[in-house]
């Protein structure tokens, strides 16, 4: 996990304001930086914030060969089947650094194969200064951040996060736009003589479901048809082996759901089997005796991790919520109710412990059907179509929320579950069987793993929990807390004025308006480009709020004290 900054054919700005803005993402890699510019791209610069992960000693960027003097690599990512590109090409690595392959990619089979040919998660910025070009590309969900500021007359930046650009957008006069960059895309640019960018190509290479253009980990060829249940158990494990290319120790996050759960299973399973030199950590959070943290100790103990229970309190919640929507660059509802545990769990684990790489379980609810309103989904076909809907949007709600909460500590997130390989074919089989079964979401997941005492049965089959119950205790919710304290910040008159202070996506709520508002401070003018519409769920007549707690199967659920963790 690092951070890229680049500049092209701006007008000369201030070395101070470059210097500004480019330490504003020095959280995500504080280990180390490098700021540089080459006299034949006119007004170009390249900036790399570093959080060494493989390859302490030559893994530092802008990235160059001497193969290849002219090629300048800015990457976030890791790219595991790097070595085997590099033997079916015959590349001679200078490196033991993953994303090198990019380069012999680019020098070799050209720019239209860099990005598809990669099996892992990225997201870079490629100058060529012989050929005058610029590839930019990100992995298919969108695991790894960059935001693109672009202007109509050519001015051109890239940054892993938004809060690096904009001090460099106040000074852009011409009109522009900054905005992500779209998963699963790439884009080639031409530096013109005056440092200018003129955009040739833009393509979307991979969409959710598309089978991967790249030589797969696990051969199909070795999956049976007739084992569904086994190939499920087969690929999710190899996505997470796939996933322990470290330097540095692993630890992961632990709610005591299914999906953490299983990946933290699995996670130990490798772990032992490649023999790691230390144990694998995990992390809880909650208020006192959660539900999540009673939850997770079960898990903990029956796995083997060493287990880390994370307590925080209201105060915690009002000392950090400003400073979390800042960090997360959003105001959508959802996705900051949800931040705050990962929040101050990823503070504990930088402060804490030496645990860097962590590994959690997001992507299992958009690709397995784990919103508890997939039970209203009206036939298979159109759950199906909500679930690519989700991985295709991911990006901006629940994938923003896990990189941003632990890169704001330095940590380097692993999500398993949004594997290609894996998630291609867990949304090729049957539509209805991947829908919920009898009441129970991820049915077909569960059922994969059902038998095998990966995990104790309980945990296997727990039910579905607003993540603001899942993480607080009986007395008072997550959701409550908030309310309290956003209530003592907005008045009724304030949010009567919403409605024409705010057109898009304008905030129903006092708890909606006080995200907004710290988000405006921030981040004026991005509004829609930044959150194009709330996360809701759908099929779910008269619900106004995204939390779980207000749809009727959840709330019979917990009456009959049948929960689980949920994200809302």
């Known amino acids: 996990m690092c951070g890229i900054w680049a500049l092209f054919g701006l007008d000369p700005q201030p070395l101070a304001c470059i210097c ?42 802008p990235m160059r060969l001497y193969k290849y003097p002219h090629l300048f690599l800015l990457c976030n990512g890791e790219i595991y089947n790097n070595r085997e590109i590099g033997q079916e090409y015959g590349f001679e690595f200078v490196t033991q650094c993953d994303v090198e392959v990019i380069i012999h990619l680019y020098a070799n089979v050209g720019a239209q194969n860099v990005a598809r ?31 693109r500021l672009s202007s ?15 001090g460099i957008k106040k000074r852009v006069k ?61 690929l999710l494990s190899a996505a997470v082996k796939k996933r322990l ?9 632990l709610s005591g759901g299914l999906d953490s759960s299983l990946i933290a299973a699995l996670l130990v399973k490798h772990a032992k089997e490649e023999n790691l030199p230390y144990k694998i950590q995990s992390f809880a959070i909650g208020m006192e005796d959660s539900p999540d943290i009673i939850a997770a100790r079960q898990v903990a103990d029956h796995v083997g991790t060493e287990h880390h229970e994370i307590l925080f309190s209201q105060k915690d919640v009002l000392d950090i919520l400003d400073e979390l929507i800042c960090q997360l660059e959003t105001y959508d509802i959802t996705t900051i109710r949800a931040s705050i545990g ?55 709600y629940d994938g ?32 209805a069987s991947r829908q919920p079964q009898g009441g129970i979401e991820k049915y077909l997941l569960r059922s994969a793993f059902d038998g095998t005492n990966l995990l104790p049965s309980n945990i296997l089959w727990r039910h579905k929990e607003a993540f603001s119950d899942g993480v607080t205790s009986v007395k008072k919710s997550l959701f409550q807390i908030i309310h ?9 008159e304030d949010l009567e004025k919403a409605q024409l202070k705010y057109l898009h996506c304008t905030p129903k709520t006092k708890e909606a308006l006080y995200y907004r508002n710290v988000f405006e401070r921030h981040y004026g003018g991005q509004a829609e480009s930044f959150v194009p519409y709330f996360w809701m769920p759908r099929w779910v007549k008269g619900v106004r709020d995204p939390s779980a707690r207000f749809i009727t199967h959840y709330a019979a659920d917990v009456k009959n004290g049948e929960t689980e963790n949920n994200v809302a």
């Not at 959280?27 to 510019?37: I, Y």
């Not at 109509?152 to 904009?166: F, I, R, W």
């Not at 011409?174 to 960018?197: V, W």
Request: proline content about 4%.
């Open 20 to 61: 500004e803005n480019f330490e504003k993402i020095k959280h995500r890699g504080p280990e180390a930086f490098k700021f540089e510019s080459d006299t034949t791209v006119k007004n170009g610069y390249l900036g790399f914030h570093r959080l060494a992960i493989v390859d302490n000693l030559h893994g530092m960027q």
């Open 117 to 147: 040919m990669l099996d892992g998660v990225f997201a870079f910025c490629l100058m060529d200064i012989e050929s005058r070009r610029i590839l930019i590309g990100r992995d298919p969900y969108g695991v790894r951040p960059v935001f």
């Open 152 to 166: 109509d007359d050519g001015q051109l930046a890239v940054c892993s996060e938004s809060k690096g650009l904009m």
């Open 174 to 234: 011409s009109k522009q736009l900054l905005e992500p960059f779209p998963p699963g895309h790439y884009e080639e640019y031409e530096i013109l003589s005056d440092g200018r960018t003129k955009l040739l190509t833009r393509v979307n290479y991979h969409k959710p479901g598309d089978k991967p253009s790249f030589k797969a980990y696990t051969p199909w060829n070795a999956l049976r048809s007739a084992d569904i249940h086994g190939n499920i158990r087969t």
């Open 245 to 253: 290319m470290a330097d540095r120790k692993i630890g992961c996050l």
């Open 342 to 396: 990962m929040y101050l769990i990823s503070r504990y684990i930088k402060r804490n412990t030496e645990a860097t790489v962590i590994f959690s379980g997001e992507g299992a609810d958009e690709l397995a059907q784990g919103y508890i309103y997939f039970r209203d989904a009206p036939n298979a076909v159109e759950a199906h179509n909500e679930s690519v809907r989700l991985l295709k949007d991911i990006y901006l």
């Open 400 to 431: 923003l929320r896990a990189d941003r909460t632990t890169s704001a500590f330095s940590l380097e997130l692993r999500v398993p579950f949004l594997d290609i390989q894996f998630t291609s074919y867990y949304l090729s089989l049957d539509g």
């Open 484 to 492: 309290d304290i956003v209530g003592n910040s907005i008045s009724d």
